[in-house]
């Protein structure tokens, strides 16, 4: 059976948000409720926060948490979790985000089951069926238009696609991924093109390069992505409201 490495990346220079990986909610440090959501998960044997940053790395300390220091000058968090891989046994790593508190552990296994379950899978991405209009102006989430075997043909802030013949279907990218070893590997090295650049989405580098995504659909169940420190309020009065 193959072995599985979640990997949380946490960056403490947010452009918008600096040190927003240990920002407080409910008591307790993000990336504390990110990991507790990630370790409930099937499929996952090991988890690891992968940072560059002191502060991090000693609240993972006293939180009893994996966690790794890798280099500070990586472009993406996909570039941070293929140096995890360099340096860490594993079949599959999961890039699980540092910012998404109330990530729901069945979306991992989702996504990671469709790895280790194909053979011929080698990159997942997870996706939601976007129910807030307001969702599709804003750039902070990112749209995903799929073949109709669910393999990503484009990603963007823009909201794609264009409703110029019907009412379309809108998809918003998750930013959990599962990525077999060999293609992890090969990320770095591959040429950031002028999508990725433009768009600063990551998994565009892999479609540039012509590799294949598959989309796996898991429910959105209210997870907020915390991008700014508004969000953080949004997401202690749900946590409240579930009595997590």
């Excluded at 992890?184 to 479609?207: A, T």
Aim: charged share 25%.
């Amino acid at each position: 059976s193959m072995k599985v490495i979640g990997v949380i990346p946490c960056r403490y220079k947010s452009s918008r948000f600096p040190g927003k990986p240990i920002e407080i909610i409910c008591g307790k440090p993000m990336l504390w409720h990110v990991w507790n959501q990630a370790k409930k998960t099937k499929f996952v044997d090991n988890l690891i926060v992968a940072t560059d940053d002191d502060h991090i790395y000693n609240v993972c300390y006293q939180y009893g948490i994996e966690s790794i220091m890798t280099s500070d000058d990586h472009n993406t968090g996909t570039d941070r979790v293929a140096e995890v891989a360099e340096r860490i046994e594993g079949d599959v790593f999961v890039n699980i985000q540092g910012d998404e508190p109330m990530i729901d552990p069945s979306g991992i296994d989702v996504v990671v089951a469709e790895i280790i379950n194909n053979d011929e899978e080698s990159i997942a991405n997870a996706f939601a069926l976007i129910e807030n209009k307001s969702d599709l102006i804003n750039g902070n989430v990112v749209k995903v238009i799929t073949s109709n075997t669910n393999y990503a043909i484009a990603y963007s802030r823009s909201p794609i696609p264009y409703p110029k013949e019907s009412n379309p279907i809108y998809k918003r990218q998750i930013g959990l991924y599962a990525i077999k070893r060999e293609s992890i590997l090969e990320f770095p090295s591959l040429n950031r093109g002028y999508l990725e650049l433009s768009e600063g989405i990551e998994m565009l580098r892999y479609l540039e390069n012509g590799y294949k995504i598959k989309m796996v659909e898991v429910s959105d169940n209210n997870s907020i992505p915390v991008d700014v420190p508004d969000d953080i309020m949004r997401v202690e009065s749900l946590m409240k409201n579930r009595g997590d």
